[in-house]
Nanobody
Framework: QVQLVESGGGLVQAGGSLRLSCAAS????????MGWYRQAPGKQRELVAI???????NYADSVKGRFTISRDNAKNTVYLQMNSLEPEDTAVYYC???????????????WGQGTLVTVSS
């Protein structure tokens, strides 16, 4: 009933920037929190940044000051602006959202399929 589609990943040199987008679609009544997670090869998935419906944000220490999460509620879209990228940022980035669907008003946690970010040295 709800799908997340990520875009914006790719190959970038160290020090460069990328902007990830994640658009939610489907029978959506509302979306509360949205966030970005990442998983590097051989490592566990970790939280990168989250943004609440109120607009309050939280970041992992490793990206604080370099990454910015934002959202456009009218478009049901969350963004991750990534600046000063480092090779350590290389990972598959996943979008996450907590949504309430129409009619039944069921509460769902939804994940995107991921987009690969590769930072070269």
């Amino acid at each position: 009933q709800v799908q997340l589609v990520e875009s914006g990943g790719g190959l970038v040199q160290a020090g460069g920037s990328l902007r990830l987008s994640c658009a939610a679609s489907g029978s959506i009544a509302s979306i509360n929190a949205m966030g970005w997670y990442r998983q590097a090869p051989g490592k566990q998935r970790e939280l990168v940044a989250i943004i609440a419906g109120s607009g309050s944000t939280n970041y992992a220490d490793s990206v604080k000051g370099r990454f910015t999460i934002s959202r456009d509620n009218a478009k049901n879209t969350v963004y991750l602006q990534m600046n000063s990228l480092e090779p350590e940022d290389t990972a598959v980035y996943y979008c996450n959202a907590h949504a309430v669907v129409l009619v039944s008003h069921r509460y769902l946690e939804v994940w995107g399929q991921g987009t690969l970010v590769t930072v070269s040295s």
